[in-house]
């Protein structure tokens, strides 16, 4: 599904540890907020109780992604439930692909699954993939590590891979990896995605830098 080209990235910020970081994000333009979950690695996870408190501050039609790593679909009901967020950002693979388990329970809620671009195959994954949820987020993490990675790594992946699944999907697609402002136009030029996420690289010292957005959000003006 390629974005038309006149349209502006929506733009996520992933990694949100505060009520005063949100508003931060929201007040530079953020569309999306990324609220990280127990991970088995990577930077920013937070509390359930604090995901719920932010995602309670932050007004429509501001998205609120729940970051889970829970790999089936009762545990991930379960998780949102608890939170309250209106996306789920599904950042391992989920067991036997139960989306529809998880709509049935979760009618309101989008689902974002997560495909880390590690080669041709990430492609067909996504491919297929876009057939159930409402958006895939394309990564740079290794499920397939002894420790995970799963998201956070702040490494590019290979852009041409990202641009054939943008070209194939049937959904919105959002691209992550070390993206920053130096980087950001070339990547929308190559991979033309409906979306952007980033965390690391708009952080000061682990915490949100305004200076660092601004950028951010001028080189994709």
């Keep these: ?46 509390a ?5 408190d932010i995602a309670q501050t932050v007004p429509p039609p501001i ?52 495909i880390h671009v590690i080669d041709e195959s990430s492609v067909d994954e996504a491919v297929e993939i876009s057939e159930q949820a409402d958006a895939l987020l394309l990564d740079s993490g290794n499920p397939k590590l002894a420790v995970k990675e799963l998201g956070g790594t702040g490494r590019v992946h290979n852009w041409k891979l990202s641009r054939k699944i943008v070209e194939q999907a049937r959904v919105p697609v959002f691209l992550a990896g070390g993206l920053n402002a130096g980087n950001v136009k070339e990547a929308l030029d190559q991979v033309n995605p409906f979306g952007l996420d ?24």
């Design 1 to 46: 599904m390629n974005q038309s080209t006149n349209m502006k990235p929506r733009i996520k910020i992933c990694c949100i540890s505060s009520i005063q970081e949100a508003k931060t994000a929201i007040v530079h333009g953020a569309s999306a907020l990324g609220l990280v979950a127990k991970m088995p690695s990577g930077p920013g996870p937070i």
């Design 48 to 52: 359930d109780d604090m995901i719920r």
């Design 63 to 114: 998205a609120t992604f729940l970051l889970t790593s829970e790999t089936t679909a009762d545990a991930i009901i379960a998780h949102q439930r608890r939170v309250q967020t209106n996306t789920i950002q599904i950042v391992d693979e989920l067991t036997d692909r139960e989306y529809r388990k998880i709509r049935e329970a979760l009618p309101a809620i989008k689902l974002v699954q997560v």
């Design 198 to 221: 980033l965390c690391s690289s708009v952080r000061t010292d682990g915490r949100l830098d305004p200076v660092k957005l601004e950028a951010f959000f001028r080189a994709v003006e």
